[in-house]
C-alpha cells in the first residue's frame, strides 16, 4: 500500500478565513512533506518533517503553520491567505531511512486544490 | 519514438509509438533520480527511480537511462498508450539522510498520445 491521503480535495475560503489541510499515510513512514503547486510549475518543497520535527522550512510565510500531530498525520493550518496563495497542495512522504544511500522515494497524495477569494 | 528536451513543453507521439523524455540536471551531487507521473486533478505518480551507481533500469514498459558524465536522465515509455497521456517530471535527490533529503523536480513535460 502506497497510499497518501488528503481531505479536502477541494477548499474556497476568504483572504480572512482558518482553514486546516489534512494528510496521513499508514506506510509506516516518518518523513512528511508539503509541496505547494501552480498550475502547470513543478511541486515547490514548504516544509518537511521527520519523525514528528520540523527538519526544512523553505522560508514560507507564517500564515502557513504546519503541525505533524502523530507520525501517521501532517496538517497544514491556513490564515489569512492571499489570492496569489490558490495552488494544488500537495502532501507527500517517506521511509527516512538513514544513511549513506538514503532511499527516498516520495509517495504524493492527491493534492486540496485551493481557492482564495 | 521521438525524444525532446525539458524545455519543450508537449511532446505528441502517435499511439503504439515508443517515446523518450529527457532530462539535463546540473548538480553533480545528486545520487537518486525519480521520474513522476502527473494526470490532470491528480498528485505525482512514481514511475520508476535510479541510483547514481546505475545507468539503466527497466521497468514494465518503462526504462530510465542515466548519463552522468553528461548529467543526463531519460525515461522510454514502450509502446505508448493514451493512458500514459500526462504531465512527466524529473526529480533529483542530493546526497544524505533522508531526514534532510530534498527532491528537486525539473521543469515537467506534457506527453500527448495520439489515437
Known amino acids: 500500500d502506497t497510499e497518501v491521503t488528503q481531505t479536502p480535495k477541494h477548499l474556497v475560503m476568504g483572504m480572512t478565513n482558518k482553514k486546516s489541510l489534512k494528510c496521513e499515510q499508514h506506510?509506516?513512514?516518518?518523513?512528511m512533506y508539503w509541496y505547494k503547486q501552480k498550475a502547470k510549475k513543478p511541486p515547490e518543497l514548504m516544509f518537511v518533517?521527520?519523525?514528528?520535527?520540523?527538519?526544512i522550512n523553505e522560508s514560507v510565510p507564517s500564515r502557513f503553520s504546519p503541525e505533524c500531530p502523530n507520525s501517521s498525520l501532517l496538517n497544514l493550518h491556513l490564515h489569512a491567505l492571499q489570492p496569489e496563495d490558490s495552488a494544488l497542495y500537495l502532501c507527500?512522504?517517506?521511509?527516512?531511512?538513514?544513511?549513506?544511500?538514503?532511499?527516498?522515494?516520495?509517495?504524493f497524495g492527491p493534492g486540496t486544490r485551493l481557492t482564495v477569494l | 519514438g521521438e525524444s525532446v528536451g525539458l524545455h519543450l513543453p508537449t511532446l505528441s507521439v502517435q499511439e503504439g509509438d515508443n517515446s523518450i523524455i529527457n532530462c539535463a540536471y546540473s548538480?553533480?551531487?545528486?545520487?537518486?533520480f525519480i521520474w513522476y507521473k502527473q494526470e490532470s486533478g491528480k498528485g505525482p505518480q512514481f514511475i520508476i527511480d535510479?541510483?547514481?551507481?546505475?545507468d539503466k533500469r527497466q521497468g514494465q514498459r518503462v526504462t530510465v537511462l542515466l548519463n552522468k558524465t553528461v548529467k543526463h536522465l531519460s525515461l522510454q515509455i514502450a509502446a505508448t498508450q493514451p493512458g500514459d497521456s500526462a504531465v512527466y517530471f524529473c526529480?533529483?535527490?542530493?546526497?544524505?539522510?533522508?531526514?534532510?533529503?530534498?527532491?528537486?523536480f525539473g521543469k515537467g513535460i506534457t506527453l500527448s498520445v495520439r489515437p
Open positions: 535510479i541510483r547514481s551507481n546505475m
Open positions: 526529480a533529483e535527490n542530493i546526497r544524505g539522510t533522508g531526514a534532510n533529503s530534498k527532491l528537486t
Open positions: 506506510m509506516g513512514h516518518r518523513a
Open positions: 518533517y521527520s519523525y514528528e520535527k520540523l527538519s
Open positions: 548538480n553533480s551531487a545528486s545520487d537518486y
Open positions: 507527500a512522504s517517506s521511509s527516512s531511512s538513514t544513511g549513506y544511500l538514503s532511499t527516498d522515494t516520495q509517495y
